[in-house]
């Protein structure tokens, strides 16, 4: 049976490495529950038996850095260092949100404290950045969190996280896509829509076609699939010129400052800063992709630590003092809130400057933009890995040593959605997944930090898992309370009261089954505890239609998995396991522990 898999395995790889991309089914489906009628009724027979294996089952380190890379058949080029992963940060991070998301958050929620809440929502996003940080150093591979997930919590959590954060991708490259069309137009002296084409026999809202942005994503594809080397440099001259165009706004602008605009300075109080803190947190979205570059990294050990915390650190700086200047140059409730920057300079006499903050726009763009494919490429290359997509996308061009079968394939899926659905629709669907991700990620590094197979005693593993219920629930506890209750604090109070004293109780009565091989994330277990505690909290003022959509988005993922997903991944595990791979059986080890 073992040599009849290996040559499955071997007739596979030879199909891949000759071809690349192929449209047979083989390239599709070509494991074992697929090769005929027969065998796919007998893997649906067993699905019970199947889904058991996988939830109880997890990966392991050695499996995710050789055997599973191996999958690509070519490696990715290590070319890329700490000064290359900073520049990436800052362009995947700092957008064109800023200059949009400021105006709503300093009008209608905290005023001038806004940049408090630029604060506030920098330091919890640099709590989830230190907790993906260790995971990134020790796991550097291209799958990002769905790889430290697969290890830590399984292959069924990390399938259901791994498909809301790729639609999550394709959804915002489709929306900045978008942008870049309208901001574009503005620079050009037109309106957004005129570069649009108009049908009206299509519904409203997926009527005006956008070829500019379809054109952009497709040069942006053709840099990202030619060299990471030299996606990274066109990314830092993007990037630096986008910084400068920050030091002009921040320069310019302060030289019409009035500290007379800062009062009153929290007009809506502590709750409207929170609030403002939750919805600017989504400026500083998009700093996971950069993990998924683990694999082109020269020395992860060095290079990530700086690269990551450092570009994050960066971006929470320059946003705070912008919104710092916003408030000083105009009374808050006269910032406008679709374009606050433009109407600002308008203002105070300056209605030049509105080109050079549409450019300095359209340059954030281009870079979110290429960050974004180049994360989706590597997320789905590893995704396809392990069979949960369609194996010949996992493969690595060996001219280029970058995925190029999955970067063409994810911006086709930019572009079709681009092409046709309009900003408002793409506004909408804007959801949870990220902010889920965000939770299990530190969720994971307590598993891994206090819970070892084989090692770690019964009792101090369900120690461990009631600690991790309590700080869960107690978690999404002051989300709930948070968004329900206007006039009081008790719940949330009570709700804080539990999560910290069971993060007491987990750091007083447990301790860690595992120290980090070269950087750890500090102040554990408090620091992820926190992550967790603060990303529910957000979750708390999305609204009701985000939640739906994460619903309907999860139920779509759970029948693929159970159709599709499923016997593909439970197929290719046994592939692994018959060339040595060790994975961990959760089960088997709780009935070894408990013999023993």
């Not at 971006?315 to 919104?323: D, E, G, N, P, Q």
């Not at 307590?446 to 219920?469: A, Q, W």
Request: glycine share 8%; proline share 3%; net charge neutral.
């Amino acid at each position: 049976m073992i040599n009849s898999n290996d040559e499955n395995v071997d007739q596979r790889n030879s199909i891949l490495t000759k071809r690349g991309c192929g449209c047979s089914k083989n390239d599709f489906l070509p494991e074992e529950s697929f090769t005929s009628w027969g065998s796919y009724a007998q893997a649906l027979r067993e699905t019970k038996t199947r889904l058991k294996n996988r939830v109880l089952s997890r990966s392991s380190d050695q499996s995710e850095l050789h055997e599973i890379r191996d999958c690509s058949q070519h490696q990715m080029k290590k070319s890329l260092n700490w000064f290359d992963l900073i520049w990436l940060g800052i362009g995947a991070v700092m957008g064109a949100g800023v200059f949009v998301l400021t105006g709503e958050a300093t009008k209608n929620l905290a005023g001038p404290a806004v940049l408090l809440s630029y604060g506030i929502s920098g330091i919890s996003a640099l709590l989830s950045v230190l907790c993906y940080t260790e995971f990134s150093v020790e796991l550097p591979v291209a799958g990002g969190s769905f790889a430290y997930l697969r290890v830590e919590l399984g292959d069924f959590v990390a399938f259901i996280a791994a498909g809301n954060i790729l639609f999550e991708y394709i959804v915002v490259g489709a929306s900045v896509a978008r942008s870049w069309t309208s901001y574009f137009a503005t620079l050009c002296n037109h309106k957004p829509d005129d570069f649009r084409i108009n049908v009206s026999s299509l519904a409203e809202g997926y009527n005006h076609l956008d070829p500019v942005a379809v054109v952009v994503s497709l040069l942006i594809c053709a840099c990202a699939c030619v060299s990471m080397k030299g996606s990274s440099r066109f990314n830092s001259i993007l990037t630096i010129l986008h910084v400068a165009v920050m030091v002009f706004v921040l320069v310019v602008g302060l030289t019409q400052a009035n500290l007379a605009n800062f009062s009153p300075f929290a007009p809506y109080g502590a709750r409207g800063v929170l609030k403002a803190s939750a919805m600017l947190f989504f400026a500083y979205v998009g700093f996971d992709g950069i993990t998924t570059l683990g694999e082109e990294i020269k020395n992860p050990g060095r290079d990530i630590p700086v690269g990551l915390i450092g570009s994050m650190v960066v971006v929470i700086i320059t946003y705070c003092l912008l919104a710092a200047t916003l408030c000083l140059m105009q009374p808050f409730n006269q910032v406008d809130v679709n374009a606050p920057f433009t109407i600002a300079f308008q203002a105070v006499g300056m209605n030049w400057a509105k080109y050079i903050v549409a450019f300095g726009a359209l340059k954030g763009m281009t870079t979110v933009l290429l960050a974004n494919v180049i994360a989706q490429a590597r997320y789905f290359t590893h995704i396809a890995r392990t069979h949960m997509a369609p194996p010949f996308l996992s493969v690595i061009n060996e001219r280029t040593g970058t995925p190029v079968t999955a970067t063409v394939v994810m911006t086709v899926a930019n572009c079709i959605i681009a092409f046709f659905t309009s900003l408002d629709i793409l506004a909408n669907l804007v959801s949870i997944a990220t902010l889920f991700v965000y939770s299990l990620v530190p969720l994971a590094l307590l598993v891994r930090r206090y819970y070892v197979s084989g090692e770690t005693p019964d009792k101090d593993r369900n120690k461990l898992i009631m600690f991790l219920v309590s700080i869960i629930l107690s978690s999404i506890g002051s989300g709930v309370f948070w968004a329900i209750s206007e006039d009081t604090w008790l719940g949330c109070i009570i709700c804080v009261g539990v999560w910290f004293f069971t993060t007491l109780g987990l750091n007083l009565t447990l301790k860690e089954a595992r120290k980090p091989k070269v950087w750890g994330t500090p102040l554990i277990p408090w620091l992820p505890s926190a992550s967790i505690a603060i990303n529910a909290f957000i979750m708390g003022s999305i609204d009701g239609a985000s939640f739906m959509r994460f619903s309907v988005c999860t139920a779509i993922l759970l029948i693929y998995y159970l159709l599709v997903g499923l016997h593909a991944t439970y197929d290719g595990a046994k592939e692994i396991e018959s060339k040595g791979t060790n994975t961990t059986d959760i089960e088997a080890i709780a009935r070894t522990n408990a013999n023993e």
